[in-house]
C-alpha cells in the first residue's frame, strides 16, 4: 500500500512539472501592461498602404479578368482614408453618494468621475499602444479599364461588382473601353 502511495505521488509531481512546462510563456509574444494587472497579447502588424491599395487593385483586376468578353483589365483604386486604429482604453469609474439630512427633510447628491487612460504593451521597439480593433482604409472610386467590352451590359455588370464589393457609390466608379495594344 505504502509503495503504491509513492508511484501516484511521483506521477501527480510529473504531471505538474509537464504543466508548468506547457504553460511557460515562449518570450515570443509581446506582454499588455495596464493598471489592473499583465496579460499576454499580440500586437496588430499594419500593411502599409500603398502595398494594402496594390493588394486590392490586383485582387479585383484577377476576378474581372474572368469575366466572359474581357481580355484585359486595369484597375486603379482609390482611398477615402487610411484607415484607423482602435485602442485598448482602460475607463475606471468612481461613484459618490452622500445623504444629508437637514429640518427633517434629506438631501443625497451623487458625484461620478472616470478617467480614461489607454493601455500599453512593451515592444522591442518601446512602448505602444495596445490595438484591440483595425479598420481597414475604405475606397473613395474606382476606374477600371476594359480591352475586349462588347457586351453592353458588361459595363454595368462590372460596376456593380465594384460596388459590392467595395461600397463606393456608383457615381464614383467609372468603367472605360481600353485601347488594343
Known amino acids: 500500500m505504502e509503495k503504491l502511495g509513492k508511484d501516484k505521488l511521483i506521477i501527480l509531481f510529473l504531471c505538474g512539472?509537464?504543466?508548468?512546462?506547457?504553460?511557460?510563456?515562449?518570450?515570443?509574444?509581446?506582454?499588455?501592461?495596464?493598471?489592473?494587472?499583465?496579460?499576454?497579447?499580440?500586437?496588430?502588424?499594419?500593411?502599409p498602404q500603398e502595398e494594402y491599395v496594390q493588394k486590392l487593385e490586383k485582387k479585383l483586376e484577377n476576378m474581372l479578368s474572368k469575366l466572359e468578353g474581357v481580355k484585359r483589365v486595369k484597375v486603379m483604386i482609390t482611398l477615402k482614408n487610411s484607415g484607423e486604429k482602435v485602442t485598448l482604453k482602460d475607463s475606471p469609474y468612481s461613484q459618490e453618494t452622500d445623504t444629508q439630512k437637514e429640518d427633517g427633510r434629506a438631501t443625497e447628491s451623487t458625484r461620478f468621475s472616470t478617467e480614461e487612460t489607454t493601455v500599453l504593451v512593451e515592444t522591442e521597439e518601446g512602448t505602444e499602444p495596445y490595438v484591440i480593433k483595425e479598420k481597414e482604409p475604405q475606397a473613395e472610386g474606382v476606374l477600371i479599364l476594359v480591352e475586349g467590352m462588347e457586351r453592353a451590359e458588361l459595363k454595368s455588370e462590372i460596376s456593380e461588382a465594384v460596388e459590392a464589393l467595395f461600397g463606393v457609390p456608383p457615381h464614383k466608379i467609372k468603367v472605360m473601353k481600353m485601347d488594343a495594344e
Do not use: H
Open 17 to 47: 512539472v509537464f504543466l508548468l512546462v506547457l504553460s511557460w510563456p515562449t518570450g515570443s509574444s509581446k506582454r499588455e501592461k495596464s493598471n489592473s494587472g499583465t496579460e499576454e497579447r499580440k500586437v496588430a502588424e499594419t500593411v
